[in-house]
């Protein structure tokens, strides 16, 4: 029976209002951990044993949040074998919050912060919601995003309380993260209250004006709103939702949607107990599965690793920049002053003339309207931001600047310039950073005098919508530049990751692999729409050969031009990839440069919409009837990108997993259900029958290399890291 509450402390007031206020003793934030469940086991045992006395309960926490959710570190442990466990521990949970809910008493949860996954959960089990309008706090059910369900009950009662469709579609499949005002408009909570005060007094109101509250389904008569599959109305409906999920997810491995999709249909034809048991069903196959893990892995913990400065120098004090120098307000200048200025910094936008600088700040004056117009910002806000970006066209307004961002055209001697211009101008210790794609760190840095204040910054465009930043290390770049560079792209709200110096950096390097891989496949014969069609099935977010019209054409020719005369003077043999001959043939014969140039794999209209591909690709190079199987196709855009990365730290270039990971994801498109490029290779699932993990990765790559070429074999790093039965994780922060 029962057991002490560690986590959940029980005070009541002479009226018989009991307020259970959660507080994990041992974390900054309460979790669905043993604990918890223990103690929620107790005080629902309590609550129905003093039920006499009790009047009303109001369920609230003391931490900055209400409740965080499911403890993640568990979650990614389980294992097929400990799944049954899992099922039982949330079953238990279910009941006791059902129990809760049966209780004959009104129970109102008052979210004093984010409820998320779990935590929202807690309060859809309450027969009333008001959530607290605090600074960034959220409410919702982001499960999806990790791979998983709300296991909690979140299924069965959003169908419920929303019907079907609405549960699904503003809900579950997204994850959508609301506001408290937001998740009030989407019906999510009932009430908000601007303190903590009014947040209880309006707990309290709902328990005196309803002292015998009992949820919409458990009254008598209760239909989900909406219908459900019963109804031959809302049946003929039901079809549209796989295709939504497959627009959602591309055709791409995510099971969370699917699974979702079956736990609210199936749960909505059945009582709601049995609803609970198919809901926990679905949860645990997700749980048990590979792709939670990697997402988790992914988007939690590497994310937390990289965000929270596991890369950054220790001991460096942290330093906020209060005025940017941003030369060049082209596409990426202005996007970049848009986020410094957002931000809250100071931003001296300054280009060849006053005009273009102008138009560079138009691009913010556009954004802010925007943001505006939707309801985003007020116009305030958007005013002051504005006034925060000062265009110019002279290199003494940039007096004072703590930090430089460079954007210019791509060209190292225009950028040497620039410098030169400025670097007496600005604070006499700025941190210098240019935001090249391609050109190498350590020679651009030869055009100042500090160097070791020089460092990339590569930003991804759009600026203001991609959260990656890639922080290039030259080899005269120091500690403290280091250091401020991190801390600047964490005071804009971005995510860093940092290399050191290479042709190509990180992403720049891999993202060609993928691109390559394409295009070597409509050399080869296969059929383009096919290639296309593997890219998304792959789970990439953008399809190959239009993402090559994107970059155009003559930007590979021109890298690869480059590297090609680096490599050999330091010696080297080159070793041409089969795309480079079909981009050749594309530029040279056929004159198609890609999309800005109107032409390339896709033709396009006078809007600079793309009409369809090619029809010439068929022509020059499809041989009818052949192809290859199509994981294979698939495999080979993401073991090209898998293994280059390998070759990437074994060249030091990349000196973390977690940096790999995120950067894959958020900068180049590298689908997410893969938890990255390198955890792609720890979690590999053998799909093609090869093995798991890193013996199953080597051996197919060894498989590809003999059918496609040696660009395929396996790094010794990786075929040594197999051996040794490791995987590919930062051992430092486990
Ligand atoms: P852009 O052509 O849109 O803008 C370049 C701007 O620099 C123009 O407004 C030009 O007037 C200005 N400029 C030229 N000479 C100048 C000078 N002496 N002083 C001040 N301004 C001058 O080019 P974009 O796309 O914005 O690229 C800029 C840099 O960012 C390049 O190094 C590029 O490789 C890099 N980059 C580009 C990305 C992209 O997706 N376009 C992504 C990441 C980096």
Redesign the pocket.
Do not use: I
């Given at each position: 029976m029962s057991t002490e509450s560690t986590t959940i402390r029980w005070e009541q007031d002479r009226t018989g209002l009991v307020t259970l206020v959660i507080d994990d003793p041992n974390q900054s934030a309460n979790t669905m951990n043993q604990a918890f469940r223990d103690s929620l086991a107790a005080v629902t045992d309590r609550l129905e044993a003093e039920k006499d006395s009790i009047r009303g309960v109001i369920i609230t926490s003391a931490k900055k949040t209400f409740f965080a959710g499911g403890d993640l570190r568990d979650l990614i442990r389980v294992t097929p074998e400990t799944a049954q466990e899992l099922f039982d521990g949330g079953m238990a949970i279910k009941r006791n919050l059902r129990r809760i809910e049966t209780l004959g008493k009104p129970v109102v949860a008052a979210l004093n912060g984010a409820a998320l996954g779990g935590g929202y959960e807690i309060a859809l089990a309450c027969h009333h919601r008001v959530a607290l309008d605090a600074p960034g706090s959220k409410i919702g059910c982001p499960e999806v995003t990790l791979g998983l369900l709300p296991g909690g009950g979140g299924v069965v009662r959003t169908v419920r309380m929303l019907g079907i469709a609405d549960a699904l579609l503003k809900v579950l499949l997204q994850g959508t993260q609301y506001s408290p005002r937001r998740a009030q408009e989407n019906g999510l909570v009932d009430d908000v209250a601007e303190t903590r005060e009014e947040l209880l007094a309006k707990a309290r109101a709902f328990i005196d004006a309803n002292p015998e509250s009992q949820q919409p389904w458990d009254k008598p008569g209760y239909r989900i709103p909406g219908g459900t599959p019963a109804n031959p109305k809302f049946a003929a409906n039901l079809p549209a939702f796989p295709a939504t999920l497959r627009k959602q997810t591309g055709g791409a491995p995510y099971p969370a949607p699917r699974n979702i999709l079956a736990a609210a249909v199936e749960g909505s034809q059945v009582d709601f107990e049995t609803a609970q048991v198919i809901e926990a069903r679905y949860f645990v196959d997700l749980a048990a599965g590979q792709t939670s893990k990697n997402m988790i892995q992914a988007f939690f913990f590497d994310l937390q690793a990289v965000n929270s400065g596991a890369n950054r120098p220790k001991g460096v004090e942290p330093r906020q920049v209060r005025k940017v120098a941003v030369?060049?307000?082209?596409?990426?200048?202005a996007g970049i002053a848009y986020s410094c200025a957002r931000a809250g910094i100071d931003v001296v936008l300054?280009?060849?003339s006053l005009e273009?600088a102008l138009e560079?700040k138009g691009y913010s004056e556009k954004l802010c309207a925007k943001a505006v117009s939707k309801g985003r910002t007020t116009q305030q806000k958007a005013d002051a931001l504005l006034a925060r970006i000062t265009p110019t066209a002279e290199a003494q307004d940039l007096a004072g600047c703590d930090a430089v961002i460079e954007?210019?055209?791509?060209d190292t001697s225009?950028k040497h310039?620039?410098f030169q211009e400025i670097q007496n101008v600005v604070a006499p210790d700025a941190l210098l950073c240019?935001?090249?794609?391609?050109?190498p760190i350590t020679a651009l840095a030869e055009g100042v005098e500090r160097q070791s204040d020089f460092i990339g910054l590569?930003?991804?465009?759009p600026v203001d919508k991609m959260p990656l930043v890639e922080i290039i290390k030259g080899e005269r770049t120091g500690e403290e530049a280091l250091a401020r560079a991190f801390d600047l792209v964490r005071q804009i709200n971005k995510t860093p990751i940092v290399v050191n110096d290479s042709r190509g950096f990180f992403t720049s390097r891999v993202i060609g692999h993928f691109i390559n891989e394409g295009v070597a496949m409509v050399g080869e014969g296969i059929e383009p729409a096919s290639v296309e069609q593997a890219a998304a099935q792959a789970g990439y977010p953008a399809k190959v050969l239009s993402l090559m019209d994107e970059l155009t054409l003559t930007l590979p020719r021109k890298i690869r031009g480059e590297t090609k005369r680096a490599v050999e003077e330091a010696g080297g043999t080159w070793t041409a990839h089969p795309a480079e001959a079909v981009i050749d043939r594309m530029v040279d014969e056929f004159g198609r440069t890609g999309r800005s140039g109107g032409a390339g794999f896709y033709d396009y209209g006078d809007d600079g919409k793309r009409t369809g591909l090619w029809q010439g690709l068929r022509e020059h190079y499809t041989k009818p009837g052949y192809q290859i199987p199509f994981e294979d196709m698939k495999e080979r855009m993401l073991f090209s990108e898998a293994l280059d990365t390998v070759r990437l730290l074994e060249e030091g270039v990349l000196t973390s997993v977690a940096d790999a990971n995120i950067g894959s994801i958020f900068g180049i498109g590298f689908p997410g259900w893969t938890g990255g490029v390198l955890q792609y290779i720890n979690g590999y699932d053998g799909g093609a029958g090869a093995g798991v993990g890193l013996p199953g990765f080597v051996a197919r790559a060894r498989e590809l290399a003999e059918r496609y070429g040696d660009r395929f074999t396996p790094p010794a790093l990786l075929v040594d890291k197999a051996e040794k039965g490791e995987r590919f994780s930062d051992s430092a922060r486990g």
């Open positions: 030369l060049g307000a082209g596409m990426m200048g300054k280009d060849v273009s560079g954007a210019v055209f791509e225009l310039k620039v240019s935001n090249t794609s391609t050109l590569h930003f991804f465009s």
